[in-house]
């Protein structure tokens, strides 16, 4: 399935992007009148710097390889939400601070220390940043709250289009120094992470990573993940002009941002469209895809040797185009066929995924046993070599440190054995 990307203006310091998908028959058989693609333009001036730079590799680089596609030992492994609510010591470490999760993220100490937790723990082949996905809505002025018990919320959404240039600062502002004086906490805790990492001997990949672009406007629009889930996709089909305008700022302030994680430390990056089971296929095609094509084309640019993640999570119907715009590893949830997962996505890209967190808990009747045959199981069905083990999902918190041990450990010791 063919994706063509359009570069209308290339200068030393600007470019301009548009993205023009193929029409795809399931459009018309999900809509009944998408029968032509009306993909947005992003119309945004990237403003590059003479050079770039990027962390060397550490001594541990086996997440770097299967990235790239290179030849592997064994296959890497890390988790989604691998620091956090499953480990005791981080429950213990929030009490002594006391402090709560939004509010800890603008402490780089809280943030390194979290990050440091389950790499203490687990023989994980990478670090990545304690965070969340909406310190951009943060960054641009959209409150963002987490009471308790109803997951995060964005308690003062944009109400209607005028809002986007009433509240919203424009494309042209989101530079270097807007991401360091808003998100300046963010970049110098990657710089204290590093630190501790090489304190402490752990000589992994640190991974930073972003929401895309679609999930930020849908909390932004609808303000939580369980109420207004329709909000999304209705602002963009009524309001098309004014959600391009807001995804091309979001769009250029990720890779801002992302970037700076990278200039600061990260070996690799993630991008989260956490949100893809909220949109609809034609609409993923048209507003999607020219923000991630955007945000692949510049991030490899600056950092052709830096691995580029994507996950479009509950949008599996998307990973073969996202497999065609320049990330190195196309991240799968749980809905996708393994037998099919690698033809799906094709020979120049490495697979991340897909075990299913429920195989972590102990209340479900699971064991080390049960781990150590699942893991196996999923190494045979998705090839030991250019995967990345990881979760089709983040851990939620009820999951059993000894299982989640298991798997780690289960994922190096099978994956050997196959490979060898």
């Known amino acids: 399935m063919s994706?063509?990307?359009?570069?209308?203006?290339?200068?030393?310091?600007?470019?301009?992007?548009?993205?023009?998908?193929?029409t795809h028959p399931s459009n018309q058989r999900k809509t009944g009148q998408h029968s032509l693609s009306a993909a947005i333009t992003l119309d945004i001036d990237f403003e590059r710097k003479e050079s770039y730079s990027s962390p060397e590799r550490p001594e541990n680089d086996l997440m770097i390889r299967a990235a790239l596609g290179e030849d592997t030992e064994k296959t890497p492994v890390w988790l989604f939400r691998q620091a956090g609510r499953h480990l005791p010591e981080y429950k213990a470490y929030k009490d002594e601070v006391g402090r709560g999760f939004l509010e800890m993220l603008s402490y780089p100490e809280d943030v390194a220390e979290c990050t440091m937790q389950p790499i203490r723990r687990y023989e994980l082949d990478a670090a990545i940043l304690f965070s969340d996905i909406l310190v951009i809505a943060q960054?641009?002025?959209?409150?963002?709250?987490?009471?308790?018990?109803?997951?995060?919320?964005?308690?003062?959404?944009?109400?209607?289009?005028?809002?986007?240039?009433?509240?919203?600062?424009?494309?042209?502002?989101?530079?270097?120094e807007y991401v360091q004086t808003h998100l300046g906490h963010v970049i110098q805790s990657v710089t204290l992470i590093r630190e501790r990492m090489a304190k402490e001997g752990k000589s992994i990949p640190l991974i930073g990573f972003s929401a895309a672009p679609y999930t930020l406007l849908y909390y932004m629009v609808g303000g939580s993940s369980k109420k207004n889930t329709d909000f999304?996709?209705?602002?963009?089909?009524?309001?098309?002009?004014?959600?391009?305008?807001?995804?091309?700022?979001?769009?250029?302030?990720?890779?801002?941002?992302?970037?700076?994680?990278?200039?600061?430390?990260?070996?690799?990056?993630?991008?989260?469209?956490?949100?893809?089971?909220?949109?609809?296929?034609?609409?993923?095609?048209?507003?999607?895809?020219?923000?991630?094509?955007?945000?692949?084309?510049?991030?490899k640019h600056r950092y052709p040797d830096v691995p580029l993640m994507v996950f479009a999570r509950g949008a599996s119907f998307a990973n073969e185009k996202l497999s065609t715009l320049g990330y190195d590893v196309i991240t799968i949830d749980g809905s996708v066929d393994r037998s099919t997962a690698r033809s799906t996505v094709g020979n120049n890209v490495s697979l991340q995924g897909n075990y299913d967190p429920a195989e972590l808990i102990e209340s479900n009747g699971k064991t080390v046993e049960t781990v150590q045959s699942s893991a196996k199981q999923m190494l045979k069905e998705l090839g030991p070599q250019r995967l990345i083990a990881n979760l089709g999902e983040g851990l939620g918190g009820k999951e059993s440190p000894e299982l989640?041990?298991?798997?780690?450990?289960?994922?190096?010791?099978?994956?050997?054995?196959?490979?060898q």
Do not use: N
Not at 17 to 22: K, N, R, S
Not at 146 to 163: A, Y
Not at 404 to 419: Q, R, W, Y
């Open 3 to 22: 994706i063509s990307i359009l570069l209308l203006l290339a200068l030393t310091t600007t470019q301009v992007l548009a993205f023009t998908p193929c």
């Open 139 to 176: 960054a641009l002025s959209i409150k963002v709250i987490m009471p308790g018990g109803v997951g995060i919320q964005v308690p003062e959404p944009l109400l209607d289009p005028t809002e986007v240039e009433q509240r919203i600062p424009k494309t042209s502002e989101m530079t270097p």
């Open 232 to 299: 999304g996709m209705k602002w963009l089909k009524e309001h098309p002009v004014e959600s391009t305008r807001l995804l091309e700022t979001l769009t250029k302030i990720i890779v801002e941002y992302m970037s700076a994680q990278v200039e600061a430390g990260a070996h690799m990056i993630q991008v989260f469209e956490a949100m893809g089971m909220m949109i609809e296929e034609p609409e993923f095609d048209d507003f999607c895809m020219p923000c991630l094509s955007a945000i692949a084309k510049e991030m």
């Open 404 to 419: 989640v041990k298991a798997f780690v450990d289960a994922i190096h010791t099978e994956s050997e054995k196959l490979i």
